[in-house]
């Protein structure tokens, strides 16, 4: 059973630049996040969708990010224009309901804006 | 502002020792706890849950709580260099909102052989 997808897992480009960061969820989760890790901040949630509706973005820093999920297997994160201070770890993660269930992790994006 | 706070480390521990780790939370409404162990360059993966106060015990993970201090805390047993990596502690509150974990900044453990 493959477990979340991420892609890519690093991501090198420059201040000014869009910047899309991709994720498969688990077959039959119904509820997704995107969160972002970085040392000063540790893990903070970003976006939750469940059944492919956001329901929560109140995490989303800024106008510059934007996340959609078009279908059940598919979500983007995307940031327009990225900054240097965009650098972390992006992390998408998904369960089967957004209650207490299980949370998994896809493996990551490193993202690295000059 | 719903916190939660870990010593960020490094703890150290020799090998065969028990590691304890210690974190605590700001939101008296929380329900569901959690220990995430992270290894260096991957994701986060869940290895305990508690949801009642007390004891639970999984293998060599002992995670307790203490709702009344806002406290819960990881034993590691019989530590072994596998386990040295960081720990962090999440929390959910119940009802609304329940899907909101709130992860703390985590406690990097080594543990020495």
């Known amino acids: 059973d493959a477990g979340v997808i991420q892609s890519p897992r690093h991501e090198v480009t420059e201040m000014g630049q869009e910047v899309t960061l991709r994720c498969k969820p688990i077959s039959g989760h119904n509820s997704l996040f995107w969160y972002r890790q970085t040392m000063m901040r540790g893990l903070e949630l970003l976006i939750y969708?469940?059944?492919?509706?956001?329901?929560?973005d109140s995490g989303m820093p800024e106008d510059r990010f934007s996340a959609k999920m078009p279908n059940a297997s598919f979500s983007t994160l995307k940031i327009q224009p990225s900054e240097p201070r965009d650098s972390a770890v992006y992390f998408c993660a998904s369960s089967r309901t957004g209650g207490d269930e299980k949370l998994f992790f896809g493996s990551g994006t490193q993202l690295s804006v000059l | 502002q719903k916190e939660v706070e870990q010593n960020s480390g490094p703890l150290s521990v020799p090998e065969g020792a028990i590691a304890s780790l210690n974190c605590t939370y700001s939101d008296r409404v929380s329900q569901s706890f959690f220990w995430y162990r992270q290894y260096s360059g991957k994701s986060p993966e869940l290895i305990m849950s508690i949801y009642s106060n007390g004891d639970k015990e999984d293998g060599r993970f002992t995670a307790q709580l203490n709702k009344a201090s806002q406290y819960v805390s990881l034993l590691i047993r019989d530590s072994q260099p596998s386990d040295s990596a960081t720990y962090l502690c999440?929390?959910?509150?119940?009802?609304?909102?329940?899907?909101?974990?709130?992860f703390g900044k985590g406690t990097k453990l080594s543990v020495i052989p």
């Open positions: 969708f469940n059944n492919n509706v956001p329901i929560d």
């Open positions: 999440a929390v959910r509150p119940g009802g609304a909102g329940s899907y909101q974990l709130t």
